[in-house]
T-cell receptor
Framework: QKEVEQNSGPLSVPEGAIASLNCTYS??????FFWYRQYSGKSPELIMSIYSNGDKEDGRFTAQLNKASQYVSLLIRDSQPSDSATYLCAVHKMDTGRRALTFGSGTRLQVQP | EAGVTQFPSHSVIEKGQTVTLRCDPISGHDNLYWYRRVMGKEIKFLLHFVKESKQDESGMPNNRFLAERTGGTYSTLKVQPAELEDSGVYFC????????????FGSGTRLTVV
């Protein structure tokens, strides 16, 4: 079992719709969670971080964390074609003192005009 | 503010040759990280520097990989001798101390070993 699981997609949504991206993780000691957006051939770009159960909103993005169920999700409201990219979920386990992130393989999002 | 800079952007070398990748972190960032993504796999951690010291090198795959960060500024990652399975994209990232682990990535070096 992978430590961080994501559906590879592609997830296709029409412009203006809500895109819902999901991520599950296996290690309960994971405590920090990140969503990165990566356009083809470009670097991963941090778009959201979440540390506590519940929702965190930033503009059109909402991150949701449920530690009991070990999942974290990213909602993108009013999706735009420019949101088309691969979205990477990453987790950090604070108990080890290490700063390494564990990444999922990413979900490719396609927003259809 | 300049971002994390990596070069070369692409490198094609033959099996058995040596390649050196370079990363210039954001100015003032003490933490520097190397990650890589091989074809079809996840981005995986290689190592972490705090200034010039290796804080965590648990992700380094074997002793063909050597990372240095002399003077605590830029870092190099040398692969010697390169093998076919070393092909992939090597990312560098940096962060300031005390800002958590959501760090900034460079655009990566695509390494192809033929």
């Amino acid at each position: 079992q992978k430590e961080v699981e994501q559906n590879s997609g592609p997830l296709s949504v029409p412009e203006g719709a809500i895109a819902s991206l999901n991520c599950t993780y296996s290690d309960r000691v994971s405590q920090s969670f990140f969503w990165y957006r990566q356009y083809s051939g470009k670097s991963p770009e941090l778009i959201m971080s979440i540390y506590s159960n519940g929702d965190k909103e930033d503009g059109r993005f909402t991150a949701q964390l449920n530690k009991a169920s070990q999942y974290v999700s990213l909602l993108i409201r009013d999706s735009q074609p420019s949101d088309s990219a691969t979205y990477l979920c990453a987790v950090h386990k604070m108990d080890t003192g290490r700063r390494a992130l564990t990444f999922g393989s990413g979900t490719r999002l396609q927003v259809q005009p | 503010e300049a971002g994390v800079t990596q070069f070369p952007s692409h490198s094609v070398i033959e099996k058995g040759q040596t390649v050196t990748l370079r990363c210039d972190p954001i100015s003032g960032h003490d933490n520097l990280y190397w990650y890589r993504r091989v074809m079809g796999k996840e981005i995986k951690f290689l190592l972490h520097f705090v200034k010039e010291s290796k804080q965590d090198e648990s992700g380094m795959p074997n002793n063909r990989f050597l990372a240095e960060r002399t003077g605590g500024t830029y870092s190099t990652l040398k692969v010697q001798p390169a093998e076919l399975e070393d092909s992939g994209v090597y990312f560098c990232a940096s962060s300031q101390t005390g800002t958590g682990v959501g760090y900034t990535f460079g655009s990566g070096t695509r390494l192809t070993v033929v």
